[in-house]
Each structure stands twice: as structure tokens, then as C-alpha cells.
């Protein structure tokens, strides 16, 4: 057999691919386990966005191959959606770069803009293919701790005093996953000063601004008007309900862009027409509809917040965002133990906090994308094991 390239060494199989395996052959076995792991929206996109899809699906000229770039059109409506939501003017031209998700803009970038052995500044806990991209990247992850006691923010004062000789990139993602810490005007500005005065490049992560979000909507690009210091990766899989057709989107200086089309180009060929003219219909979707789809998660929330209250798990009620971050009790010595025993015993499937990083290994995660009756009968099922 041919051995396998040296930078696999340092990867293994993303937790949710094994665990998922594990639960379908349980639900094989017919036990019908509820998956409250998983972020994939269970709700459906807009009508007008399923039309529009349908509609240029059913032209013969959607067929072939699309732009590297995206369609004018789609970059236009991601710029207009940009300035409506977040009050920040982008030349869709020249600013704007559609993905096929934001996962995958995390690997483009680490590519575009890391060299073997540069180092990148990673949010522990954090959302795991941050490390995965550096680690493929051949780049040196480098993890800052976010805390409770700090309301999950950096510590700047800690981040200035560490070594930062080689550090090019910066992860960072607020409102936060696992944490559901929402953004703030005074976190995304030290932010970016932050990576002014060290000549790092901050990808700001932002696919929750919308979700549950009680305030106006941040963007860290309004707080960098240049776009010398930031980008930002957005999603339309959790605000949209469009986790299945893979549109992300990023933002950034022109120069920034074509480094990372540099890569892009040479890896894809584009995204599928109807998919991006559904998008752009999506990205028209009016406040009521966004209000809609947080009510539902409204309800939803407040049965997982009783989930966790009665495993005695203590968690955070301004959370925001599209899961429940939640502490386990002292008396709980390993909760990723904890949870395979919910699992096997309940047959309901929650995420233990330590794939997000050290900082979460008292945690645990449940997602909202599980309709109200499934958390019913979750609940259930869970007082009946305790």
C-alpha cells in the first residue's frame, strides 16, 4: 500500500464523522437516537428561494460551468446584503468572493496566506477545522484560551505579553461557537487594533450574527474600513436554513481576494448556477422571515436549557446562536463519558465540549435544529435514565 503524506499524521477522523456512523448503525438496530450533536438546520429556506432554484434549474443554460468568481449577480446581492444587515459598503467586484461554504474558505485562506511553519492564533475553545486547516497548511497552531471568568473573549493583555513572532493569521468567530458569547462593538475593534499592531491578519468567522441575536447585527469589516487587517468568512447554512447547498461568502480587500482565487481556481470549478441564483433570492429575505425562524429557535431553546437543567448542567441564558453551551457539575468527572452513557442509555446524542478544545472539556453542546417534540420526548427519555 502507498503511505499516506506526512501531513495526515497529524489529523484524525473529524469527530462527528465517527460519531454519526455510531449513531446510525444504532438507528439501524432501530433504537431511533435523537441527534441533538449536529448544527444542520432542520427547517427549510424561503419559498421564494426554493422557486427561485427550481426556476433557473429548468434553463437550459444553468447547466454548464459557472464562474470561479461567482455570477455578478450573487456577489452583487451578498454586497447589498452587506450593507442592509451590516451597514458596511462592499464593491462587489472587487470585495466579495462566493464559497462553496465557509469551511472551505478556512482551508483557501490557510493556504493563500501561510507558509510550513508560520504561526496561527486559534480560539480554544473554537470550532475544530480552524486547527484541522492550519494543520494541512503545514502551519503551527497556536490556541489563546477564552474563558468564562473573560465571558469567553480574548485576553488581550495575555495575547500581548505571549510571543507572536510569526504569527500571520488569526481565527476568531463572534457571536462564538460553542460558547454562544454574542459579538460586541468593543470586542470586534480590539480586534482589529489588535491585529494592526501586530501585523496579523484577523478572519473573523460570522455565520451567527443572525440567529437568535437580540441586537443589531456586527460585522468586524465596519470597524476596518481600509480591509488592511481583516476578513470575514459568513454562511448562509444557519441564517438561511441552506446547511445542504454549500454558499458562503468572503469579504475582504481586493488584494486579499485574488490570493485566495489563487488558490480557489485551482481546486473548484465554481458553484452551480441555480444554487447561486437561489442564494441570491434567499438574501432578500425580509426581517419577518429571520424573526420567524428565531422564534422557532426561541422555543426550542428554552427545552434544551430544561435538558441541561436537569442533567444539573449549568448554562448561560443570553446565549446566541444556534446551540446551548452548557457546564457539567463537579460531581461529573469525565463528561465525554457522561454523554456516550446519555447515548447508550437514553439513545439521545449530545456533543461532549473537549472537540472544541481544552477549554471545553467541562462542556457539553446541544444543538436547536431538533423539532419541539423530539426535545420533548428527549427530556423523556433522559429523566428516565438519571
Known sequence: MIQESNRLSSLSEYYFSGKLEQVRQMNEKGLNVINLGIGSPDLAPSESTIAAAVKALQSEKNHGYPSYRGTPQLRKAFADWYKKTYDVELKHDKNILPLLGSKEGLFYLAMAFVNPGEKVLVPNPGYPAYTSVCRLAGAQEVYYNLSADKKWRPDFGAL???????VKLMFANYPHMPTGQPASEDLLKKLVEFGKK????????????????????LSILKFDPELKYTMELNSMSKAFNMAGWRVGVLSGHQQYIESVLKVKSNVDSGQFLPLQFGAIEALKNPPEWHAKRND??????????????????????????????????????????????????????????????SQGERYARSSLCVEESLLKEALKRIKGVL
Not at 160 to 166: I, R
Not at 198 to 217: A, E, F, K, M, W
Not at 320 to 325: A, K, N, Q, T
Open 160 to 166: 500581548e505579553k505571549s510571543d507572536l513572532s510569526g
Open 198 to 217: 501586530h501585523g496579523i491578519l484577523v478572519i473573523h468567522d460570522n455565520p451567527y450574527s443572525q440567529v437568535l441575536n437580540t441586537t443589531v447585527p
Open 296 to 357: 422557532i429557535y426561541k422555543k426550542r431553546r428554552e427545552l434544551v436549557f430544561e435538558i441541561f437543567d436537569v442533567l444539573k448542567f449549568e448554562a448561560a441564558r443570553d446565549q446566541v446562536g444556534l446551540f446551548v453551551w452548557a457546564k457539567a457539575p463537579d460531581s461529573i468527572k469525565s463528561v465525554e463519558t457522561f454523554v456516550d452513557n446519555i447515548l447508550e442509555k437514553a439513545n439521545v446524542f449530545l456533543t461532549p465540549g473537549f472537540i472544541f478544545g
